[in-house]
């Protein structure tokens, strides 16, 4: 059972370049989230999605856009990265009123 | 709007002491949810434990015990007879019952046991 996992685990990035992180799950939950973390700060909410074809902001959605065109799949895209995106992502999942399970996170450095 | 604060930054003891890392949450909410998560060096992140708002009930597994006080709205985590498999950094989270499901993250607390 794979639960949550997340592609790619590192990547480094130029200012201005673009990329998107996959997320994908295998529990059939309907909610699917990404946060970014950064120390000091705890992990804080990007991006949600509530079911498939829905996507909504979090608290710090500037710079990033999403896409959850299958259930199981949860895109985060970068159009053009910037110094400030350099982070660790978590995305995680849940059933309705369940528990949020994370996958393993990818690093991001953007120069 | 929901806050928690974990007010430990960071903590050391030596193997075998037991250790208490406290959360203290804010919420208007009369229905959410409480969470404990683990985050070990490798960088993934465990979760440990949920209780809802209803239910104050201490719970223990294991070395892991938890005690949840609505009165003082703390939800605090004690590691008994610490091991240096604890160390960690440890989050608690807090979610609201209604809404987007969102968990509102503290600052994490760092533990260090001291074989």
């Known amino acids: 059972n794979a639960g949550v996992t997340q592609t790619p685990k590192f990547r480094v990035l130029k200012t201005g370049q673009s990329m998107t992180l996959l997320c994908a799950q295998d529990m059939n939950h309907e909610y699917m989230y990404w946060y970014r973390q950064d120390p000091g700060m705890g992990l804080r909410l990007i991006h949600y999605?509530?079911?498939?074809?829905?996507?909504a902001k979090g608290e710090v959605p500037d710079g990033y856009n999403v896409s959850r065109l299958k259930k199981q799949n949860f895109l985060l895209g970068l159009e053009s990265a910037a110094p400030s995106q350099t982070s660790v992502y978590f995305c995680?999942?849940?059933?309705?009123?369940?528990?949020?399970?994370f996958g393993p996170g990818t690093r991001l450095l953007v120069l | 709007a929901q806050k928690v604060t974990q007010a430990q930054t960071e903590i050391s003891v030596v193997e075998k002491e037991d250790v208490t890392l406290d959360c203290v949450y804010e919420t208007r909410d009369t229905t959410y949810y409480l969470f404990w998560y683990k985050q070990p060096p490798s960088g993934e992140l465990v979760f440990l434990i949920r209780?809802?708002?209803?239910?104050?009930q201490n719970e223990i597994s294991g070395r892991y015990s938890w005690n949840f006080q609505k009165s003082t709205s703390s939800f605090n985590f004690t590691i008994t007879a610490s091991q240096v498999v604890d160390s960690a950094v440890y989050f608690c989270?807090?979610?609201?019952?209604?809404?987007?499901?969102?968990?509102?993250f503290g600052t994490g607390t760092r533990l260090t046991i001291i074989p």
């Open positions: 995680a999942s849940s059933s309705t009123m369940e528990t949020q399970y």
């Open positions: 989270a807090l979610r609201v019952n209604f809404g987007n499901e969102k968990l509102t």
């Open positions: 209780r809802n708002s209803f239910d104050e």
């Open positions: 999605s509530v079911g498939e074809g829905t996507t």
